[in-house]
């Protein structure tokens, strides 16, 4: 499998000096491919189609191993699943109630706010992570930093 730009975890998968095989570089792939924060069995589907001999075990244990090497992160959205996603800028999610999409959103006001919560504390603020729930209310275009699509 050639290094493509669209498969720019697979880039960050032999940077991080990991050992690649193709079952590791197909889940890189369908990892590469999913905006939506897939959870470990989606990734399974997804990354089953293209190699039928990708066991959900060894998405789990490659998940694992991504983890460990900081090149993905786990997102809990309180649905009692862990969701994925390749480790990138600082971004809250905003967790839609009524079909459990998951939008994502930067908002420079926030940080300013929580870096003033924790300076009242008596700390220097060097990271976030915020889950927010809510309902969509009328018929407006998703305003997601990048298009999630289940
Ligand atoms: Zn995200």
Same mark, same amino acid.
């Given at each position: ?5 669209? &498969? ?13 095989? #193709? ?23 997804? /990354? &089953?189609?293209? %190699? #039928?001999?990708?066991?959900? /075990? ?15 992160? *786990? ?16 971004? =809250?999610?905003?967790? %839609?109630?009524? &079909? ?9 006001? @926030?940080?300013? @706010?929580?870096? =003033? ?18 309902? *969509?209310?009328? %018929?407006? /275009? ?9």
């Amino acid at each position: 499998m050639a290094v493509t730009m669209e &498969n720019a975890m697979l880039k960050k998968c032999i940077d991080a000096g990991l050992r690649m095989t #193709s079952q590791r570089e197909t889940i890189a792939m369908a990892l590469d491919q999913s905006y939506d924060h897939p959870d470990a069995e989606l990734l399974y589907k997804r /990354a &089953n189609e293209i %190699d #039928s001999t990708i066991s959900i /075990a060894t998405i789990y244990r490659t998940l694992g191993i991504f983890e460990r090497a900081g090149l993905v992160q *786990k997102v809990d959205v309180g649905d009692g699943k862990s969701h994925y996603e390749i480790a990138r800028d600082q971004h =809250e999610h905003l967790v %839609d109630t009524q &079909n459990g999409q998951i939008h994502e959103f930067k908002s420079e006001e @926030l940080t300013a @706010l929580l870096s =003033e919560i924790a300076d009242k504390m008596g700390f220097e603020l060097t990271s976030h992570k915020l889950e927010v729930y809510g309902k *969509k209310h009328g %018929d407006v /275009a998703c305003r997601c930093i990048q298009i999630k699509v289940y």
